[in-house]
Each structure stands twice: as C-alpha cells, then as structure tokens.
C-alpha cells in the first residue's frame, strides 16, 4: 500500500493525572469547572481520538498521488460511463469512459476529433458503441485538424457492444493504446472470395480459398496411398490406370488437375486426366515401365 499521508495530530492542554482529592476543604479541593474537568473523562478527548484513529485507518485505503509514490489495490477498479453524441466529427470527454452515438442517430458517424481542453493530460480515455445498431468509425488522422493516431494508420470500426478502443491524451492528440479486435473467423463464402481483411482463416477453412490446393494424393503404382489430402481411395483400374476418389467433391468439373510421374530411368509416359468428375478423376499412363508412383494435386472449387 501506499505511505499513508496523514499524520495524526497531538493532543496538548490535557490533564491525564489530575490531583487527589483528600477531602480537605482547600483551594484544590473546591468545585470549580477547571478543576472538575482535571478529574473528569473528558468526551471531547475519547472523540477526538477516535476521529484520528477512524481517518488514519481509512487512509491505508486510499491512493497517493504524490509524485512517485506506489499504489496497490486488491479490489476492483470500474470507470463509470456517460454517453456522447457526436457532433460534427466530434465529442468532448469529460471522463475517462464513454460510450459513444451517432449524430441525428444515423446507422453510421466518423468519429475524426476528440477534444482535449476538458480532462487532464496523460489521462486515458475508453470509448465504446452507445447502441448496438448503430455504428461508430472511429478516424486515423488524416489531416489539419484531426488528433486521433491510431495503430498503424487504421480506422478503427466499433459496431456492437462489445468492441472498445483505449485512447491515451498526448497534449492536443490522442494517441491509440489498444483496441479490441474481436476475432471472427471467416466463412466459407468469405475465404473462397478471398477479399475480407477483417476475418482470420482456420486450419479447417483454409483450402477454400483460390490459391488453396484443395485435394492431393502421391500413390503407388498398385494404388497404395503414400500421402493424400482429401482423397478418399485410389483405385487401381488396370496397368496404368487409376482412379483418386475425393472425401469432399467439387462444385463442378472446370476444376484443375495436374499430374505427375516418379521414374526410375529415362523412361518417358504418356499420361492424362482421361474422366474428370466432380467427385473423382481418373488417370491414365501409357504404362508403368519404371515407374515407382504417381501424383495428383487439384484446385477449384467445393
């Protein structure tokens, strides 16, 4: 915790020892309010007490912010919110959370100035979608009077509740610390178009994009598989006749397949794709003279 910065004050003018009283009638002995109040508790003092021992307790609690002092919690910490609405571009802070609407509620607002005047400099500041149906860009600095730098130069789109950006005050700018990209992996249709930039590929969803290879095989000449991705079996058909049977078919036959040999010599083959079906393709060499296996690889689409 942090040295605690209250200093407990000292009572003086106390008598903690008044004088016997012996039952003489002297001067000391005489009713009198001063002399009373020697040999009486005295409440304001038990108060007094308790106020500076009740403060001195609650202050362990609390944080210093003298300069280079350390402050831990073993509590939460929550940043209450108010809403903003932009105006023109902008918004004014006035704390360190806010969520944040569009103007005239329209379905989209560019969020491009922040403004700085109305909180302190090196504060941080949390902006979030005010509602879920509407949808806050916020703007990398472009020019004149803009002051948001974001990471690497990118907008940053906030359209659901539960995305966040975390701006920090750098004088008159605001200068991007995180932001919450939420994961969303891609779909099908959106790996095979292969354009998005905000979705990740899977291992599952990798090969439906263009570029992916989506069914290989290398056999042997008996139709044994040595390797194979989304090859069901190999059928050996005769000499020099093979069939590779896909797991997952293609959406039509204009895929492509190309085809290769592994010789032993210089032994030259003839071969082709002779029946190419959405759901297998059939191979055909002029013979397996020296020949110790045989490779399929396809792409297209499934």
């Given amino acids: 915790m942090a040295n605690n910065p209250y200093t407990a004050p000292t009572q003086s003018g106390y008598n903690a020892t008044p004088p016997a009283d012996d039952g003489s009638v002297t001067e000391a002995n005489k009713i009198k309010w001063d002399t009373i109040k020697t040999k009486l508790a005295d409440p304001n003092q038990v108060y007094a007490t308790a106020i500076s021992d009740a403060v001195s307790t609650a202050m362990d609690s609390t944080i210093n912010t003298g300069d280079d002092e350390n402050n831990s919690m073993t509590g939460s910490l929550a940043f209450g919110s108010s809403e903003l609405t932009?105006?023109?571009?902008?918004?004014?802070?006035?704390?360190?959370?806010?969520?944040?609407?569009?103007?005239?509620?329209?379905?989209?607002?560019?969020?491009?100035?922040?403004?700085?005047?109305?909180?302190?400099?090196?504060?941080?500041?949390?902006?979030?979608?005010?509602?879920?149906?509407?949808?806050?860009?916020?703007?990398?600095?472009?020019?004149?009077?803009?002051?948001?730098?974001?990471?690497?130069?990118?907008?940053?789109?906030?359209?659901?509740?539960?995305?966040?950006?975390?701006?920090?005050?750098?004088?008159?700018?605001?200068?991007?610390?995180?932001?919450?990209?939420?994961?969303?992996?891609?779909?099908?249709?959106?790996?095979?178009?292969?354009?998005?930039?905000?979705?990740?590929?899977?291992?599952?969803?990798?090969?439906?994009?263009?570029?992916?290879?989506?069914?290989?095989?290398?056999?042997?000449?008996?139709?044994?598989?040595?390797?194979?991705?989304?090859?069901?079996?190999?059928?050996?058909?005769?000499?020099?006749?093979?069939?590779?049977?896909?797991?997952?078919s293609f959406s039509s036959v204009n895929y492509a397949a190309i085809i290769g040999a592994f010789v032993t010599s210089t032994t030259q083959h003839n071969f082709k794709a002779d029946s190419q079906l959405a759901s297998s393709c059939e191979i055909l060499f002029s013979g397996e003279t020296n020949l110790t296996a045989v490779s399929l690889a396809c792409y297209g689409e499934q």
Avoid: M
């Fill in 86 to 248: 932009i105006a023109s571009g902008s918004i004014t802070p006035t704390r360190s959370h806010h969520t944040v609407d569009t103007e005239a509620d329209a379905s989209t607002d560019d969020l491009v100035t922040i403004a700085t005047a109305s909180v302190s400099d090196e504060c941080y500041l949390l902006i979030r979608a005010a509602n879920t149906a509407r949808t806050i860009v916020v703007k990398n600095f472009a020019s004149g009077s803009d002051n948001i730098y974001l990471d690497n130069d990118q907008d940053f789109t906030i359209d659901d509740d539960e995305k966040s950006i975390l701006l920090r005050r750098d004088g008159a700018n605001w200068i991007e610390i995180s932001r919450s990209n939420i994961a969303i992996a891609a779909t099908k249709t959106e790996q095979e178009a292969g354009t998005s930039t905000t979705v990740f590929v899977t291992p599952e969803n990798q090969q439906d994009h263009p570029s992916a290879c989506k069914a290989y095989v290398n056999f042997t000449i008996t139709g044994s598989i040595n390797k194979a991705f989304n090859i069901g079996s190999v059928d050996d058909d005769g000499v020099g006749d093979w069939g590779a049977n896909y797991s997952t």
